[in-house]
Nanobody
Framework: QVTLVESGGGFVQPGDSLRLLCVAS????????MGWFRQAPGKQRELVAT???????TLSDSVKGRFTISRDNSANTVDLQMKKLKPGDTAVYYC?????????????????WGQGTQVTVSS
């Protein structure tokens, strides 16, 4: 199995910056896509940014120019640098990974989620 642990959330004022970090661990063979989603109260979970093992990142229009996603394939980590935060960015942020992992004597593919980290932007 694969476990994702997020860190770095918090309470900030509009215009501030935050960095979220996600660390993947377990019987990992390969992680294809890693990324971040968020869910605000009363709303559906939405894509923030994703990045493939080898490829350009994809960011939602709402965060382009403010957020940057990057990953360290050797360390199985992905981080999200968030700048110029707005109240509309307030949400629980979830790390996601699509990974191939060892299960017994076999390899399987799966989608995994972290437990989420709260980001609150308010004056």
């Amino acid at each position: 199995q694969v476990t994702l642990v997020e860190s770095g959330g918090g309470f900030v004022q509009p215009g501030d910056s935050l960095r979220l970090l996600c660390v993947a661990s377990g019987t990992i063979f390969n992680i294809d896509t890693m990324g971040w989603f968020r869910q605000a109260p009363g709303k559906q979970r939405e894509l923030v940014a994703t990045i493939r093992r080898r490829g350009r990142p994809t960011l939602s229009d709402s965060v382009k120019g403010r957020f940057t996603i990057s990953r360290d394939n050797s360390a199985n980590t992905v981080d999200l640098q968030m700048k110029k935060l707005k109240p509309g960015d307030t949400a629980v942020y979830y790390c996601h990974a699509n990974a191939t992992y060892a299960r017994g004597t076999k390899f399987e593919d799966g989608d995994f989620w972290g437990q989420g980290t709260q980001v609150t932007v308010s004056s």
